[in-house]
């Protein structure tokens, strides 16, 4: 059953009433009633109805992402997604003195973070290492907007799909109705029309070099005078340290090396445990299927626990196992790229 706000949105006002009729633009989408539930969270959070009328009935939303769906709920990529997520590891562990360049580079604003966050330049740069190669990528040909609202109106899963797209296709409506939602908001508080506004993102819909979903885009920071840009490298290490630090409950204390000591040990292992039911230090997958926990059941191991902590921080940014095991292979390796004595 529809929320209540839901059906007291198109009788707010006789004045609402007059200027819009967002019952017939619900009902131009092959899901009214989402739009029906979309189109009042953002009445009640202030964006007025000729506003969503304009975007909702726009070029721009009548255009499909289809590769961005497919992506998004081929549960047959999920085996090749992970093999990509290894290989980029041992591509960034080998490229990790490009991290060592970016700080001598980038050195106030590394120094700012470190300051200013708590978190280690080698973590922050291996993050936007994996996330856009430091910014160098330029492949994120998506639109934001378009790969969310492709999410909300094409999205159906029958009675008889496999269990894990069951569970998947809810937590991607709700995503995609919340990502829709935070960027609507942002590009009001902008002052961008985002009907004629490309969001270049990927097909995750995520944006600029540190891949901020619309829903973290408060959380940008700029390195200087004006708005925070995430195409520009000083504030996406701001505000990727911002992120980590204000939204996914960073840990306290900085990240001591030295219990890094047999991170290697610690992935060889981790490789020869995951059989594709299995997560480093997470109970379940992100649809919600219990896994097996490696930092449980390999306890055994000197340092797991205290690489699980990191590990658990690091997938809030993106929650997967490899992914995190990644950063924290990159920044280690670029630690003790810096360690070394220079020569000459």
């Known amino acids: 059953m529809l929320r209540i706000v839901t059906l007291l949105l198109f009788g707010l006002t006789p004045a609402l009433a007059a200027a819009t009729d967002l019952e017939a633009t619900a009902r131009q989408f092959d899901h009214p009633d989402r739009y029906r539930v979309l189109f009042s969270r953002l009445i009640d959070r202030g964006v007025h109805p000729e506003r969503i009328q304009a975007l909702f009935t726009s070029e721009k939303a009548a255009r499909r992402d289809e590769k961005a769906v497919r992506l998004r709920t081929d549960t047959s990529e999920i085996p090749k997604h992970k093999e990509r997520e290894r290989e980029a590891n041992k591509r960034y562990v080998y490229e990790a003195n490009l991290l060592v360049d970016s700080f001598r580079e980038h050195g106030p604003a590394y120094e700012r973070m470190e300051k200013e966050y708590g978190i280690r330049k080698e973590i922050i740069g291996a993050i936007l290492l994996k996330e856009s190669a430091l910014g160098r990528y330029d492949g994120f040909d998506h639109d934001a907007f378009t790969v969310f609202n492709s999410l909300l109106d094409g999205l159906t899963v029958g009675p008889n799909a496999p269990r894990r797209l069951q569970r998947r296709i809810p937590r991607l409506l709700d995503m995609a109705e919340e990502q829709l939602v935070s960027l609507v908001l942002y590009a009001q508080r902008q002052g961008f029309d985002l009907a004629d506004t490309p969001v270049r993102a990927s ?88 896994l097996r926990r490696f930092d449980k059941v390999r306890s055994d191991i000197p340092n797991i626990s205290y690489v699980a902590t990191y590990v658990r921080a690091i997938m809030r940014y993106n929650y997967s196992s490899d992914y995190a095991l990644g950063v924290l292979q990159i920044a280690e390796r670029a630690h003790r790229l810096q360690e070394k004595p220079q020569e000459g």
């Not at 960073?250 to 059989?275: C, H, K, S, T, Y």
């Open 203 to 290: 097909y995750a819909g995520a944006v600029g070099i540190p891949q901020f979903l619309p829903s973290n885009l408060d959380h940008a920071v700029s390195a200087g005078e004006g708005p925070p840009d995430l195409s520009r490298l000083p504030d996406a290490i701001l505000s990727a340290a911002n992120l980590l630090r204000n939204k996914f409950d960073w840990p306290d204390r900085m990240l001591d090396f030295q219990r890094l000591e047999n991170l290697g040990e610690i992935v060889e292992a981790w490789l020869e445990f995951d059989e594709g039911n299995a997560s480093f230090a997470a109970a379940t997958n992100a649809d919600g299927q219990r």
